[in-house]
């Protein structure tokens, strides 16, 4: 019986955002980065950089204005925790945007929404008029056309200034040269949440929680071959195992950690940690069942980035249709099999898109074909030379 | 700014914050290998091949974009290196219909280069299928060999199917010319470069100055090519071929000879062009001069309405109008200030319409016979030339332009080695030129030819008198905007040549001349919205513009590659040939002024000349129907 829909319990559910911010306002902007680099906290979009930190480099900016920028733009397959932050708690999120315009001085928020989200559009604003009773901070939404890449930070800041989405060479990076080349503090929407929260109720609580390096907690978004999918918060330094018996994926052979465009780990490493130095998290968990052929999954991952690739830099242009077409080739017994030249070539182009490519989408790109082939070299239909 | 200290390729070098490490490595003599990079444009960062290692760092970096950090540790060269970079060449091998036999761009092409640079035997990840793209003209011959994007006879073609998205075009077009005709559509492996709506380039505002196909580094954009219609023409025993050769490709086509930049030929180039069957081979400097006298002499007529007549229909500043796509441009985009340019031809449309009357009429042949080439440093030049209004002689003045580029080849084609060839001079009756013809070639040029003589008309002092040597330098150099005043404080007896215009000079004392000069057309951009404004370039009384960067020395036909130190270089050798010119100022040219007693009689601005040397334009605003 799946149950669909399921959503845990969120600690935001709970957060007071008026005290949140009233405490925040108090601190003052050191107070602010104090508390936020005290507990910890790491980026939730995926790259997982500290945060304080980036509010640290903020503060150092001599520029005027200064922008906060939500990432909403929620793109990576498999993933939806944004999509509930937002539906049921909006406030926590802005109330986030409105302290970290405290604490960098910044008078101005963005937040830009992907295209397919544009249905919450009159809900977001209730909440942003809402947040602004009491934090006065103005944030005006904005809206994608619907480009995976727009989520990478230099794509979203030129998708803002009504340029074609594509990532910018870094340095500089959005905090010195952002929109409209002012700097620029982008983060995740569950980020700013967790900002929120940990004003509320300290940096102490939060740090308590998860591991040394991965404090706190996490959402995920988990879908696939399991009973229970659905909105999961976890500590972090979580098992897989242990978040299969959550969702009642028991069985999987395998398990998509952070996306398309993250790490495929097999069941034998099932007793990983969910946690930036081990399994690193992302947003999203994807349960594969011991029916499922990876071959597929490998092939609709890269179906979706030869779609997506923003056909700049030649890495991710080419390299994701050559690797796109060896998955379809491995799948219909036209490839020789795992230990011929074919795969050593491929690997290698891997590497070079892994190395090479401008940004984020095309360095990530070849990961799960990468993982898929080495882990699941059985499911190869073999052409022969073998 | 202060100096960075870092290592690359285990040698230590300080350069200055904000240095990239691909310039860092060129200062230690390391080549890093790049392709969509180029001097002239904005970083791109897109074509990943000049990715270097940096110590601590968990991905390559493209070093043509990555700043300089203390400390710095950078390996150029390493096996990780050098299979991202020969992975990159075979990913865009699987992109690129190479087929460089076929190629224009065969033996000028960066790709190529590097292909062989990297040793590529094999295609590692494939090649493409010819495809084959429908010509929009409808013709049955540009369908297989010869695709086509738009139609056959424009000026710039475009072969997609060569093109690996470097962006250069879109860049030059966008950023460095700021008129944005090229951008990209579509995405991923669908990405394509493309004019708005995938319009042909004679449908959109293209003003075919070709600095596009200047920068590509294969050979998806290139001119159109009209070498075999000239072949044609010279083999006609009925047809008598000239050709006038423009100042600046002699300047600059040694290039393709494997010659530094900055070593003229132009006396070898005469030799060369005789060889290969042309009649007769003129200087394009003598209708420079005849320009200088016209356009002159209509700035004089200009400046006295507007100041003496106090007549609001003559407009000032007044504005050259040599550059074609300049012309174009000012055509699409400032439609509203026509009236500004001068009525004068450029003098390739002036010496088409001379050598179809006045040297038929001398020569006694057949002006329906003539074959009228020109060499020009430009790719719009041809689309000039196919003007429905440049038939004044009754015929098209001028049958063919062709680019630097293109004789370069017509040479190579006759087996010549132009740098070895013997010298010989220019034919009769245009043969004598002056220095101010040959500065036409060089942003300034126009403008420092015309002070030399408007001067030297209306004060009757010499021009060396203020200027040593008559070298006009505030008007030279490559700063994209000049702007310069020139103070008469006496004036002279009107000379003959213009004693029909005005009575005397004595409006003019005391007041002071001033000019200014924009080079490419983003400068040129600049100085029109500031006359819009109101700002201080519209009290010019005179300004010079081109289309091209650096001036027609730049231009879009001229060898390939271009960078900012070429074309110093070229700019070089134009001015020095300047100098060893007897005769330097344009109104003492020798026939020039033979051909006002014998030919053009009312005098400049007559009404001969206006029927054969000065035009009219057209206002085509940015939407074309």
Known sequence: MIESNYVSELTFAGVDSKAGFEKAKQSGSKGIIDEITASGLRGCGGAGFPTGLKLTFMTKEQADPKYVICNADEGEPGTFKDREILTNHPEVVFTGMAIAGNAISAQKGIFYIRAEYEYMKKHLEEAIAKCKEFTGFDIEIRSGAGAYVCGEETALIESLEGKRGEPRNRPPFPIQNGYLGKPSEVNNVETFAWMTTIMTKGAKWFKDAGTEQSPGYKIFSISGDCNRPGVYEFPMGTTINEMLKAVDGMGAKAVQMGGASGQTVPASQFDRKIAFEDAPPGGSIMVFGPKRNMLDVAENFLEFFVEESCGQCTPCRKGNVQLLEAVRKMKAGKCCGADCECLDKLYSLAETMRLASKCGLGQTSSNAFVAITEHFADEIKCGGKK | ?625
């Not at chain 2, 008129?179 to 492996?189: A, D, F, H």
């Open chain 2, 1 to 625: 700014m202060a100096d960075i200290k870092l290592t690359i390729d285990k040698q230590e070098i300080s350069v200055p914050e904000g240095t990239t490490i691909l310039k860092a490595a060129e200062k230690l003599g390391i080549k890093i290998p790049t392709l969509c990079y180029h001097e002239d444009l904005c970083i791109s960062g897109s074509c990943r091949m000049c990715v270097v290692e940096i110590e601590g760092m968990r991905t390559l970096q493209a070093s043509c974009a990555y700043p300089v950090a203390a400390g710095m540790v950078v390996h150029t060269n390493t096996t990780k290196v050098r299979n991202a970079r020969t992975n990159i060449l075979q990913l865009m091998l699987s992109e690129h219909y190479g087929d460089c036999y076929t190629c224009k761009k065969n033996m000028n092409c960066e790709l190529q280069t590097l292909a062989g640079q990297y040793g590529i035997d094999v295609f590692k990840f494939g090649r493409p299928e010819k495809k084959v793209e429908k010509c929009t003209c409808g013709c049955d011959e540009h369908s297989e060999d010869n695709r086509h994007f738009g139609d056959c006879d424009a000026p710039i073609q475009f072969d997609r199917d060569k093109c690996i998205l470097c962006e250069r075009c879109v860049r030059s077009c966008t950023q460095f010319q700021d008129i944005g005709v090229l951008g990209k559509e579509g995405r991923s492996n669908e990405t394509k470069i493309t004019s708005f709506d995938d319009l042909p380039f004679d449908e959109v505002n293209c003003i075919n100055c070709g600095q596009c196909a200047n920068r590509c580094p294969t050979g998806a954009l290139t001119e159109r090519d009209d070498t075999d219609a000239v072949w044609k023409a010279i083999e006609d025993p009925k047809k008598h071929v000239v050709i006038q050769t423009a100042p600046a490709p002699r300047a600059g086509i040694g290039e393709c000879f494997g010659l530094e930049p900055g070593n003229p030929l132009t006396f070898q180039m005469n030799t060369a062009i005789r060889n290969m069957g042309f009649d007769k081979v003129f200087d394009t400097n003598f209708t420079a001069d005849l320009t200088i006298i016209e356009e002159g002499t209509e700035l004089i007529i200009r400046l006295y309405k507007a100041l003496v007549e106090k007549d609001a229909t003559a407009k000032l500043p007044q504005f050259t109008s040599c550059s074609p796509g300049w012309i174009k441009y000012i055509e699409h985009f400032y439609p509203d200030m026509l009236d500004h340019l001068s009525s004068a031809k450029s003098p390739q449309q002036m010496f088409g319409a001379v050598i179809k009357t006045y040297y038929a009429k001398k020569f006694d042949i057949d002006p329906a016979n003539i074959v009228s080439v020109a060499l020009m440093p430009c790719t719009a030049k041809k689309f000039e030339c196919d003007r429905p209004e440049m038939r004044d002689s009754g015929f098209k003045d001028v049958d063919y332009g062709l680019t630097t580029r293109e004789l370069a080849k017509m040479i190579k084609e006759q087996g010549m080695d132009l740098p070895k060839l013997p010298k010989s001079d220019f034919d009769d009756p245009f043969g004598s030129a002056t220095g101010s013809g040959v500065i036409f070639a060089a942003t300034g040029g126009v403008m420092e030819a015309a002070i030399r003589t408007v001067y030297e008309l209306v004060t009757g002092d010499k021009i060396e008198s203020l200027f040593d040597k008559a070298n006009i330098i505030a008007v030279r150099g490559f700063e994209g905007v000049k702007y310069a005043e020139l103070p008469i404080t006496k004036v002279g007896p009107v000379p003959e040549i213009v004693a029909h215009l005005v009575p005397n000079w004595d409006w003019l004392k005391g007041a002071t001349l001033k000019v200014a000069i924009a080079h490419g057309t983003a400068n040129a951009k600049k100085i029109l919205e500031d006359i819009k404004a109101g700002g201080k370039f519209s009290e010019c009384h005179f300004i010079e513009f081109m289309a091209c960067p650096g001036g027609c020395l730049g231009g879009g036909g001229q060898p390939i590659p271009t960078s900012p130190e070429i074309r110093r270089k070229r700019a070089k050798a134009i001015y020095d040939e300047d100098m060893a010119y007897n005769v330097r100022k344009s109104h003492e040219n020798p026939a020039v002024l033979e051909l006002y007693t014998k030919f053009l009689t009312e005098g400049p601005c007559g009404h001969k000349s206006h029927e054969l040397l000065h035009t009219s334009y057209t206002p085509r605003g940015k939407y074309i129907k």
